[in-house]
């Protein structure tokens, strides 16, 4: 049986990418993968701590050697950090992807979700000084084109649930765009 490569999801944090990779790669029977999360198991610490420890340039770095040897697998959908697609190298491994899907969100829904979600305080780190939705506008501004760049589909996901997202991407993949 024939291998494929694996479907990639991109967008900021709190777009949706964790959830909705586990739903999409239960739809196709593959496995699924969260990048932040093998960056934290092979570091042995959270995001926050890998920051605080040694800095977001030694982040980048295990995000690079992550994310080279997720977009190498196949059957597999990918859950990869929001900031992942700053750095060449990366940008080329997740061109190999079969799909590169951009998750997308209003800066206010961001913030939402995040504040939602329990585990962001601990695991992931400001990225700036602002925090918050400064902090979210300022990056999604810087972010927003290189996501395009990257993006052979793109999602709202504005007040959509991770099902229907999920069935969304499926049903564009399958009709080939």
């Known amino acids: ?17 964790t959830t909705v990779a586990r739903l999409l790669a239960g739809r196709l029977g ?3 993968v969260d990048a932040d999360v093998e960056v934290e198991l092979k570091a042995g610490k959270s995001l926050a701590a890998i920051f605080q420890d040694a800095g977001e340039q030694a982040f980048r770095d295990l995000e690079t050697t992550i994310v080279a040897e997720l977009c ?15 750095r060449e190298a990366n ?13 997308q969100a209003e800066a206010a829904t961001i913030e939402a979700r995040l504040a939602d979600d329990p585990t962001t305080a601990g695991r992931r780190p ?5 925090g918050g939705r400064t902090e979210i506008e300022r ?32 049903a564009a993949i399958r009709s080939g765009g």
Not at 140 to 151: N, S
């Open 1 to 17: 049986m024939a291998k494929d490569p694996p479907i990639a999801l991109i967008g900021y944090r709190g777009t949706g990418k």
């Open 30 to 32: 593959w496995d699924w």
């Open 72 to 86: 190498g697998r196949t059957d597999a959908v990918l859950a990869l950090g929001g900031g992942a697609v700053l």
């Open 91 to 103: 940008r080329a491994a997740i061109a190999q992807c079969q799909a590169v899907v951009w998750l």
């Open 126 to 130: 400001n990225l700036t000084n602002h």
């Open 139 to 170: 990056l999604l501004v810087q972010r927003e084109p290189i996501y395009r760049a990257c993006a052979t589909l793109q999602v709202d996901t504005q007040d959509k649930a991770p099902a229907e997202i999920a069935d969304e991407i499926l």
